[in-house]
């Protein structure tokens, strides 16, 4: 998706966070200025974890990130019904927790290594 | 020497044994924990033979005992339920260098024996008295206490410990393979969840009294509260997370109606105790606790998972047990730390106590009145695995520092703490102590 395309079209991503932000345990590769990066995008964004709710939203408080969702892992249908987006991604570190749940909710999917290179966690030049 | 698993003379698995021979004549005096992780980080420092040597040595000094004073040691040497060395993964050989080792190179990483540490505890000079209680603390207390009581050692330690190392927790070891022998085949290999057969009591428990999953919640909410008090704990060290109604109503099921928190988390930790006759715990540094008496339980199931019907059976039995061998009743609990990992199952354990007088189906009920440690009817004021990981050693600790006096924020105070509780694990097949501020 070029840039343009980007600015176009409405993009929703949940993050799952233990292995896949650097703020979980384990941490992951996706960095919070990442994360504010596509925020500033103007991009739809949440988190999706096995983290308690209430833990979720102290995280995001935390870093002053502003986020649209926070939901368990099973609940990533829920987050595509409540939200019209254009694409629906998820990026997580399991297969069956993070990619297999995605892949039923109807998200596209990205592992946390292939999420850092891809093109919408680089800034607009 | 060569450890002994403790035969099957030194657990009280009996109704009508009588009052326990020992009965106040035992005293758990010293208190040691390391520091919890979530996994293993490969460090030697870190591995589970190093933090058990940190919780063993806390402990001695906890009690003011001198080392050389020590003549027992009581341990647990199975570390895990889940988490396995993955066959062909190579040896961590920086690790096991570091230490003085026995003929297993897992030992001190794996799994503990009472020779690994031993070897690497030089201070103790004088243990004549080894013996594994297998499974659990709660087993290796029973042990303890008897082999004190017995006079096979005056100054005894106790430990169990938990390695967890990254990776999904019992899927690996002999769940990996494609053929297991005998009754784990069907339970494990081709079976559910480690928590499917909880599961199952809990939703016939539910069907037969007219309960609902979500009455849990207090219980929830309740103990992380209180482990978050729990300054030896996982999420009081690592994750300050409560546990309200939303967050655990909102969670996945992972054996419904069990879900995600209904499931105690796998951590690394160790935490030992020193126990001596009452009467030299009367020259030490920390308020003698006193074992009024040990009780098991080895019912076997009649099929592959316990029925409600042999749950409730067995816990009635259980409890019967426990009060007759210590000469109390119901009333004398001052509180109650039976075990929590399923969380479905500590109703269980608390109608078959009769708990404050509650009966069969009347658990989550209680639950929905003030459990706190505030109030008049403490719930699991240690908080558990629910409040503080997967250790199946906080409600011992918590019973000692309760009744020492030494449970900080966590110290219950609707109540005069002069008898506790605790053990577990499964309502079948478990091990209790009954712990007394006072010997009589």
């Given at each position: ?125 | ?155 005894c330690l106790v430990v169990k410990s938990w390695h967890n190392f990254e ?141 409600l019907d042999e749950v409730e059976a067995d816990t009635a039995l259980t ?122």
């Amino acid at each position: 998706m070029s840039e343009t395309e980007e600015q176009s079209v409405t993009i929703l991503i949940s993050f799952d966070i233990d292995g896949t932000l650097e703020v979980g345990d384990p941490p992951g590769p996706l960095t919070m200025d990442m994360v504010r990066l596509v925020r500033d995008k103007d991009f739809l964004i949440g988190s999706c974890s096995d983290r308690t709710l209430s833990s979720q939203r102290a995280l995001w408080q935390d870093h002053d990130i502003e986020v649209d969702f926070v939901v368990g892992k099973h609940m990533l249908a829920d987050v595509k019904d409540r939200f019209d987006a254009d694409v629906y991604l998820h990026i997580g570190d399991r297969e069956d927790l993070d990619r297999q749940y995605a892949l039923k909710a109807g998200f596209d999917f990205l592992w946390p290594d292939e999420a850092v290179a891809h093109p919408h966690f680089q800034p607009d030049i | 020497m060569t450890t002994p698993t403790a035969p099957d003379a030194m657990y009280r698995n009996d109704e009508g044994l009588g009052i326990w021979e020992h009965r106040g004549k035992v005293a758990a005096v010293g208190v040691g924990h390391a520091p919890t992780s979530r996994r293993w980080d490969g460090r030697p420092e870190t591995c589970v033979g190093a933090i058990t040597i940190d919780a063993l040595r806390k402990a001695i000094d906890d009690a003011g005992v001198a080392p050389d004073q020590i003549d027992g040691l009581v341990i647990v040497p199975v570390t895990t339920t889940g988490a396995f060395w993955e066959a062909g993964k190579p040896l961590p050989m920086d690790v096991i260098q570091s230490f003085n080792q026995t003929d297993d190179p897992l030992d001190g990483i794996a799994k503990l024996s009472a020779e690994w540490l031993l070897a690497n505890m030089p201070e103790l000079t004088n243990v004549n008295f080894t013996m594994y209680g297998p499974g659990c603390m709660s087993n290796a207390l029973n042990v303890t206490a008897q082999a004190v009581g017995d006079g096979l050692a005056h100054t005894c330690l106790v430990v169990k410990s938990w390695h967890n190392f990254e990776g999904r927790y019992y899927q690996g070891g002999a769940n990996a393979g494609n053929a297991l022998p005998g009754t784990p085949a069907i339970t494990q290999l081709w079976g559910g969840p480690a928590s499917y057969s909880t599961a199952l009591q809990f939703a016939e428990y539910c069907r037969k009294y007219g309960k609902a999953h979500d009455m849990m919640a207090p219980f929830m909410e309740n103990s992380r509260r209180n482990g978050l008090r729990f300054p030896e704990g996982y999420w009081a060290q690592h994750r300050p997370e409560e546990l309200g109604p939303e967050d655990y109503l909102a969670s996945r099921w992972i054996a419904k109606p069990a879900n995600l928190f209904d499931n105690d988390i796998p951590i690394m930790m160790s935490g030992a105790y020193l126990f001596s006759t009452a009467e030299r715990a009367q020259d030490m540094k920390q308020k003698p606790v006193y074992i009024l008496n040990h009780a098991s339980s080895n019912t076997r199931p009649r099929s592959l998972l316990p029925t409600l019907d042999e749950v409730e059976a067995d816990t009635a039995l259980t409890g019967r047990k426990i009060y007759e061998g210590a000469g109390i009743t119901a009333d004398d609990l001052s509180f109650e730390n039976m075990y929590d990992g399923f969380s479905l199952f500590h109703q269980f354990h608390l109608e078959g106590l009769g708990y404050r007088g509650i009966k069969f189906g009347e658990a989550l009920d209680f639950y929905q009145t003030d459990i706190s440690i505030e109030g008049p009817n403490p719930v699991s004021p240690s908080g558990g695995n629910v409040g503080s990981g997967r250790s199946r050693v906080w409600m011992h600790t918590d019973c000692i520092q309760q009744l020492q006096g030494r449970a900080g924020a966590r110290q219950v105070t609707g109540v005069k703490p002069e008898v506790g509780v605790s053990g577990g694990p499964m309502p079948l097949g478990g091990n209790y102590t009954v712990w007394s501020a006072s010997p009589d």
